[in-house]
Each structure stands twice: as structure tokens, then as C-alpha cells.
């Protein structure tokens, strides 16, 4: 077996770290990162650090199903086939749409848009993509004719000036926030700037943080394009050379900032001194890299956003070169990959649109029957086209679209009005599968096999080193399958995700006579054996282009050869008039998008253990909330319910929730039951950072914990409370709040119960217990005021161990006696708590960063909790140390 062979590629974010794996094949295995792949270069991140514990088969879809009876794979794909062509003979080629994912491997994504816009005439081909990056690549197209990012990492490192915008690198990228700060400790006069409304992780790392207004990202950065052209910081050389549309740009960028520095401030929120000293450093830095994300393209005008970005770095001649880009960092493991084959529902393949002669070309290389002319619905116009009837089969592979997108509630009446709904998954049980008539299984991380695409254009492996488990199919061969069904045999007939790549690599072939950057020609041909020992390759991957850095000669992908400045205004956010506020929504640490996979794992669900509505104090002190207690969260979409965490790094008027957790997890759903599907005009992006709020507090008669080893048959009342639930390794912990009952009322309903009984001496507090000898199966904890968080390490221990060996004291409190192992989890590689940091910062006065790490190991792995750790650091000396820690 080749090294090769053990390696493989992360399932997560864009960074497409590479991760070794042990000698053996099985689901308990623990990975390390890969020391020669050039994104990680051996680094990786908790999730990354984690993989092993997300592949135990628990709660997998392991057969398919109609109509909720198990059937064979035969029965499911030509009852698949025969919806199609109903629909499309009665009600026409766009009555099917597909909604994919950027968890898909490329060949997946090939298979499924080769399907739609080659043999069944449609382009309705959109995915959650749409969600993250789309407005990235619409702002790439307007900017250099092409989606073609020009960064690498590698400018990260050689940059003296970073400015992050849009993006909480330290918990949504960690590795590459490691490679910069690396960078940084090895250079001190390297600078990071970051531009985020919230004290972030990584904006805690800045030497310079413009907490600015949220919403005037834009207009930031029409200002930094007056100042610089105002006081001679422009190339003018380059911009002659190799730049259309600057004296348009600059001329919209002041109609919509002014050129007063004070005014612009004040427009952004900021300080003039630090607006100044931002500006200042932009321009006298020469290698100089901005980099996005959600916060930039989550907008309703995402795609101007962008192209302000980029105005700034086309006006110095800041493109193609080391140290000096402008970035979009994916989202997504394979969002870069979809856009590749044309996984969006206006691209039509490899790059290219649906102008005529791009659809010849596609038409001849498929030889394709029935090829789509025109784009198709994208994410929202395709829910929304549902909900009004117009389609009839939904085709959904790897997302769970009714907790990710914006209002829930009209998805769910989307998906109902749809007459054939199928969703390939892995999982038995997310918010979108009770929607579905026909259920697919597939391959999870660790069983599927192709590539994937990160944020700087690397194609790397993902390889299988499990059996596929039940009856579960690559999404590929499944679409293949179905596309056999509907009579096109030749056309899809593969045996391997190595003959789809060459097929993808060898369309890519139209763009070696076109100013088109992406192509994959010099592999079109390439052997099994060398596909399956592939090492991480940027493309383009083609003699005919330059591959080692997009754009350093100053040549794009436009009909005129230059780059295209954009003239945007960008919207800004009207002022609220009334007490509403705005929520912001985005990433946790541990957590991945809706938690179908890491929300079953107890090693990440620790460091944010529930559901929390993030606040300012004084936002908080006028609606009589304190820490700790539930809130109501509204607006005129729907409502969600969590649990409020006041901290100053959220601005006053402004309140944040992460995007993770939805019905299956917090039973009144998450932030989409709260969010309007406002979109950006040009790219159909979402906005998921504006969205206005009403928060109120809420005193529920009572609340408590419960956990249940097996939570197939859960009682009837706990339907009737709020709750949130979190995993653990024997069983399932509810926290809820109940308010349709009374204490008393329920301590009598429960009385008939077969439980171990305990109340404490204020008769406020009553605990039930069952179990055996085998171990403790049900552990009920209810109170009139606030309940600590039990201990999950010891509820799992209960759960193994004789029910009548078991103090009830440790059972009332639900822990053991050793307090220090007990609070937050802050190091999830080696499970140190909040409490364990403080006492020894406690017990060790003056010690250093380093003193505590080579002690608790803490920080010391991935490093994803670094910024938390030195927190606790800064904070030895303070006066009231000793109090949060008697806390």
C-alpha cells in the first residue's frame, strides 16, 4: 500500500487540510494531519483533530426508502426515473430541479449537472454554495471575467499587512489563522487588521480591530479607495496597463462616501484616528493581502462588497502577486469544486455560461439530447418556484435546506407543496428528511472516494479507507443510475469516480483556446494508478496556461485582456427607529453547519454546550435579561428561543447566534425560523448578518435536565417544554424549560413513575432516577430556579455503572465531587476546563502563557483555543479573579 493511501482530504471548511490516517481501517480511529500537503503542512484543527469520532455509524440512512417502506436500489432509482419523466412530459423540462451541496465530491457534482443540463433540459441545478461563496464569484467574474481566485496561502505568510474582513478566521479557518500567526511571531512588524462588529477570537489578535457598523463594510472600503486615490497611493502604471473602469470607480466610491474622513468615520462607526491609521497602513504597505467571507457576501449587496474589496487592490496593482491578493475564503470543503463542473444554477460548465457558443461546445462534448439554453432557479427562486407548485420532483443530495435557509417556515411549505421530494444522505433524521418521499443513502466521509477543491484553487484526494455500511452509494453512481433508467446507458456509463474525473478533466479542454483560466487538460488522460496515488495540484493544470500564480502578468480572463474596477454603492443599512436589534449569525469553533454530523460527537459539543443568543449588557439590562436565562428571539419571518450569554465584545444594539443548531436539536428551531430571504440582486445570496429582531426574556414555571440512554421513546411532556439537546457517548441530555404546567403539578404527575426518588431541603429541586445493575437509564433533574449543568463525563459514567453504587448525592448534583474537573470545556484536544485554567493561574501567580501550557497542554494541539487561553492569561491579575472562580 502507498503513503498515498493513508492520506486523504477534511471533510470540513476550505482549507482542505490533508489528513494522515493509521495503519488500520475501522470507525474508532484517531487521524493526524498530513505534514506534506501544502495546506496544513502537517496542522489541523479540533474538528480536523476529531474526524475519528463523527464516523461511528449512529443514526445512519443505511437503505433506501419510498414512501417509507426499505426497498431495493433498484426500485428507488426507477421510481426516481419515472417521476422525472412524468413531470417533465407533463409539465416540461423545469418542472425537476436538483439542490446539491459543497460537501459533494467534484465527480458528484460532474454527474448530477451533466444529468440536469445535458439530458433532461434544465438548468434548476443550484446549491448551498449559493448560501456562502456566490457572491465571491460573482464580484471574481465582474473583476477578472473569470471565477478565478488569484491568492494562495502562501500570501497569508509573506504578507506585512493582513486585513481580514468579514470573517472570524480563528474559529471558521483555524489553519490558516495558525500560518499567519506564525508568520507574524517570526516577523513582529507584520500587521493584522480586522474588520468585524464583534470582538471576535480573531479580532482579539488584531493590532488594529474596526469594530465597524454592521453593513458598512462597503463603504469602508469606497472610503480607503478615495483616500488612496486622493493622496497619489494609486499605480497609476498599472492601472493604464492593465485596469478598465478606475475614474468610474473612484467617482461612485465618492458619490457614495464623500472624501471627509470624519464623515466617512462616522458613516463606518469608527474612531477617525483609527480609520486613519487603517488607511495609512493600506497604502504604504505594498504586500498587502484582504481576505472575506460570510460577512462580506452575506449581504443584500454581497457582490458590490466585493468588488469595493477588490477595487482597492486593483487601484495599488495588488492582484497575482506574493503577499499582495485580495482572498475569498471558502466556506465549504468542495464549494470551489461545484463551481468547477458548473454546480450553480447560471454556469453552464467548466467556467463557462450559457452564451451560444459555450452551449454548442457542451452540447457536442456530452452529445447531448436535450440540452438546457438558459440558467436555471437559483437557491431561493427554486424553494419559492416550489412553494408556488412549479416543481415537481426535488432532487436533494447532501444539505439540509430547512435549517440553512433563510425562513424556515415557508421552506417547510416549499417542500410540502413539491409532489416528489429525494434526499441522499447520510443521516436517518435531519429538519428536511420528514419531507421526503424517496431517501437515498450515501457515503460519508472515510467511505466516498474523488477530489475535492480548496479556497487557493488545490485539488486534492478525498479517499475511501471504510466499507460502505448497509447498502449506502457514491452520489455519482446513483445519479449514473438514474440516468441509465431514463435511457441514457453510454452517456453515464462509469465504474469509478476516476472515469468521471477524466471526463470533467477533459471538457475542460474548451477553455485552451479561450482567455478562461480554469482548465484540466494536462490529466484528461490520466490512469487509474496515478488518480489513485494524486498528489494536491493547483490548476490551472494545462501547458497552455499559467499555473503558479493567476494574473502576475497583469493578463485576465476578459475579452479585453485587463481587469474591470466596478463602480458600486453598496447598500448600508437604514438606522432602527424602534427597539428591535440586529442579528448577526455565523460559525462556532466545533460545530459544522447543521450539526448532523458533529452534533453526535460528545468531544465537540463541550466548548458550546447550548443553544446562546449572544448580547451586550446594557442591551440586555433594558430588557430585563440576565446571563444564563431564555429569551425569546422574533421577527416577522418566526420566532426562536436560546439561552442569553452577555458579553461586551457584542456592540450594543447588535445581537449574534450561531448558525448551527435548528429542530433536531433545539425542538423551536434556530436562526432560520428568523431570517427573510433577502437576497443580492445580482448573485441570489441570502443576507444572514442584518436581519432586525425583537428579544425578550423569558420565566418559564420551571426547568431542568434529563438524560435518557435511549431516546427512541421520550415522554410525552418533554414535548410540551423548550429544549436543547446535546450528545453524549451513552445517551442524550435535554435542557428545557417548561411553561404550560405548574412545579407542583408536575412533581404530582411524576410521582406514578417507577423512579428513585430525592427533593432538597427547600423543596425546590427534585431529582428522578432509573436504572439497573447495567447502569443508570433515565436521570431527571427539575427546579423552580436556575440548574446547574450537570457533568456529561459522570452522566456517562452513571450510565455504565450499577444504579444502586451510586451515591444519590452525586446523582442530585450530577457530578462527582472533584470540582476542578468540572465548567466550560476550553481544550477540546486534551478536555481542560475554564475551571482547571483558573485555579492553576490561581495557584501559580504571575505565570506565564507558556508556564500553563506545558501544564494543562492546553492550546498546545491545534490551537484552535488559543485566543481564549490567553484571555485567562490577561486576566490573572484582575480583582475579581477570585470571584469568577469561587463561581
Known amino acids: ?377 437559483k437557491a431561493i427562486d427554486m424553494f419559492d418556484a416550489a412553494a408556488m407548485g412549479k416543481i415537481k420532483v426535488l432532487w436533494i443530495m447532501g444539505t439540509n435546506p430547512v435549517a440553512s435557509l433563510p425562513d424556515a417556515h415557508k421552506i417547510k411549505a416549499a417542500l410540502s407543496a413539491v409532489e416528489t421530494v429525494i434526499v441522499s444522505d447520510v443521516v436517518n433524521s435531519n429538519d428536511t428528511l420528514p419531507y421526503a418521499s424517496i431517501k437515498l443513502p450515501a457515503l460519508a466521509w472515510g467511505e466516498k472516494d474523488g477530489t475535492v477543491t480548496n479556497s487557493e484553487r488545490c485539488i486534492s484526494r478525498q479517499r475511501a479507507f471504510l466499507f460502505a455500511p448497509g447498502q449506502a452509494k457514491a452520489d455519482w453512481a446513483a445519479i449514473a443510475d438514474v440516468a441509465k433508467k431514463l435511457g441514457h446507458p453510454d452517456a453515464f456509463d462509469w465504474h469509478h469516480a476516476h472515469e468521471v474525473f477524466r471526463e470533467h478533466a477533459s471538457l475542460s479542454k474548451l477553455n485552451d483556446d479561450s482567455t478562461l483560466q480554469f482548465s484540466l487538460s494536462d490529466v484528461a488522460d490520466i490512469s487509474f494508478r496515478d488518480y489513485q496515488d494524486w498528489q494536491p495540484k493547483q490548476w490551472p493544470l494545462s501547458r497552455h496556461k499559467r499555473a503558479d500564480r493567476l494574473f502576475s502578468d497583469g493578463q485576465f480572463s476578459t475579452p479585453s485582456g485587463k481587469a474591470n474596477m466596478v463602480a458600486v454603492m453598496p447598500i448600508s443599512l437604514p438606522t432602527s427607529t424602534d427597539n428591535r436589534l440586529t442579528l448577526n449569525t455565523g460559525r462556532l469553533r466545533d460545530q459544522w453547519h447543521t450539526m448532523t454530523r458533529t452534533g453526535l460527537a460528545k468531544s465537540l459539543t463541550q466548548h458550546s454546550q447550548q443553544f446562546e443568543l449572544h448580547m451586550n449588557p446594557t442591551d440586555a439590562r433594558q430588557r430585563n435579561i440576565t446571563n444564563g436565562q431564555l429569551v425569546k428571539t422574533s421577527s416577522e419571518q418566526g420566532t426562536f428561543f436560546a439561552i442569553a450569554r452577555l458579553e461586551t465584545a457584542q456592540q450594543s444594539g447588535d445581537v449574534f447566534a450561531p448558525m448551527h443548531w435548528n429542530q433536531t436539536f433545539a425542538n423551536q428551531g434556530g436562526v432560520a425560523n428568523s431570517i427573510a430571504a433577502i437576497i443580492d440582486p445580482i448573485s441570489g445570496q441570502p443576507a444572514f448578518k442584518h436581519a432586525k429582531v425583537a428579544v425578550a426574556p423569558i420565566k418559564p414555571k420551571f426547568s431542568g435536565f434529563f438524560f435518557v440512554r435511549n431516546d427512541i421513546d421520550l415522554p410525552d411532556w418533554l414535548e410540551q417544554t423548550v429544549f436543547f439537546k446535546t450528545i453524549t457517548d451513552c445517551g442524550v441530555l435535554y435542557h428545557f424549560f417548561h411553561s404550560s404546567q405548574s412545579y407542583s403539578e408536575f412533581l404530582l404527575a411524576q410521582e406514578s413513575q417507577k423512579h428513585r426518588y430525592h427533593t432538597d431541603a427547600t423543596q425546590q429541586s427534585s431529582l428522578w432516577v432509573a436504572g439497573d445493575q447495567y447502569g443508570m437509564t433515565d436521570w431527571l433533574k427539575v427546579s423552580t430556579h436556575s440548574v446547574t449543568w450537570p457533568d456529561i463525563d459522570f452522566l456517562d459514567f452513571a450510565a455504565t455503572t450499577d444504579i444502586n453504587q451510586l451515591p444519590i448525592t452525586a446523582l442530585f448534583e450530577g457530578q462527582t465531587d472533584d470540582v476542578t474537573k468540572l465548567g466550560r470545556i476550553v481544550c477540546t484536544c486534551y478536555a481542560v476546563t475554564d475551571r482547571q485554567i483558573k485555579k492553576f493561574l490561581m495557584d501559580n501567580p504571575g505565570a506565564k502563557l507558556e508556564e500553563l501550557q506545558q501544564q494543562l497542554k492546553c492550546s498546545t494541539n491545534c490551537g484552535s483555543c488559543l485566543s481564549e487561553v490567553k484571555d485567562f492569561v490577561l486576566q490573572e491579575n484582575a480583582p475579581d479573579f477570585a470571584d469568577a472562580m469561587a463561581s
Request: glycine letters at 8%; proline letters at 4%.
Open 1 to 377: 500500500m502507498s503513503q498515498s493511501d493513508r492520506t486523504t482530504t477534511c471533510a470540513y471548511c476550505g482549507v482542505g487540510c490533508g489528513v494522515s490516517l493509521p495503519q488500520h481501517n475501522n470507525r474508532s480511529i484517531r487521524v493526524s494531519g498530513d505534514k506534506h500537503h501544502p495546506a496544513n503542512q502537517g496542522r489541523l484543527c479540533v474538528k480536523g483533530t476529531h474526524l475519528g469520532d463523527v464516523l461511528p455509524l449512529k443514526d445512519r440512512l443505511l437503505y433506501p426508502h419510498v414512501n417509507g417502506e426499505r426497498c431495493s436500489w433498484e426500485t428507488a432509482t426507477e421510481t426516481i426515473a419515472n417521476k422525472i419523466r412524468t413531470a417533465q412530459d407533463t409539465w416540461g423540462p423545469d418542472s425537476v430541479a436538483f439542490y446539491l451541496s459543497g460537501q459533494l465530491l467534484t465527480e458528484d457534482y460532474y454527474a448530477a449537472n451533466k444529468l440536469a443540463k445535458g439530458f433532461l433540459g434544465t438548468a434548476n441545478v443550484d446549491t448551498n454554495s449559493r448560501l456562502c461563496m456566490s457572491s465571491a464569484v460573482a464580484a471574481h467574474i465582474r473583476a477578472f471575467g473569470e471565477d478565478a481566485p488569484p491568492s494562495n496561502y502562501e500570501d497569508i505568510e509573506q504578507a506585512d499587512l493582513v486585513v481580514l474582513t468579514g470573517s472570524n478566521l480563528a474559529w471558521t479557518h483555524p489553519v490558516l489563522f495558525q500560518r499567519m500567526q506564525q508568520a507574524q511571531a517570526q516577523s513582529p512588524d507584520k500587521k493584522l487588521v480586522v474588520i468585524d462588529p464583534r470582538k471576535s477570537a480573531t479580532a482579539k489578535e488584531a493590532d488594529l480591530h474596526l469594530a465597524i457598523k454592521p453593513g458598512t463594510d462597503g463603504q469602508l472600503f469606497n472610503a480607503l479607495l478615495v483616500y488612496l486615490a486622493d493622496n497619489s497611493y494609486v499605480d497609476q502604471t498599472y492601472i493604464n496597463n492593465h485596469v478598465n473602469g478606475y475614474e468610474a470607480a473612484v467617482a461612485a466610491a465618492r458619490a457614495d462616501v464623500g472624501d471627509d474622513i470624519a464623515q466617512q468615520a462616522e458613516k463606518c462607526g469608527l474612531t477617525v484616528a483609527d480609520l486613519t491609521q487603517f488607511f495609512s497602513w493600506f497604502a504604504q504597505t505594498t504586500k498587502t493581502t484582504t481576505l472575506w467571507s460570510m460577512g462580506i457576501n452575506q449581504s443584500e449587496s454581497g457582490v458590490d462588497k466585493g468588488n469595493a474589496l477588490i477595487n482597492c487592490h486593483l487601484a495599488t496593482g495588488r492582484i497575482g502577486k506574493p503577499g499582495a491578493s485580495a482572498f475569498s475564503i471558502t466556506g465549504q470543503p468542495n464549494a470551489m469544486g461545484g463551481r468547477e463542473v458548473g454546480g450553480l444554477a447560471n454556469q453552464l460548465a467548466v467556467h463557462r455560461m450559457f452564451d451560444a457558443q459555450s452551449i454548442a461546445r457542451v452540447k457536442a462534448f456530452w452529445n447531448a439530447p436535450n440540452m438546457a439554453t438558459k440558467p436555471g432557479l
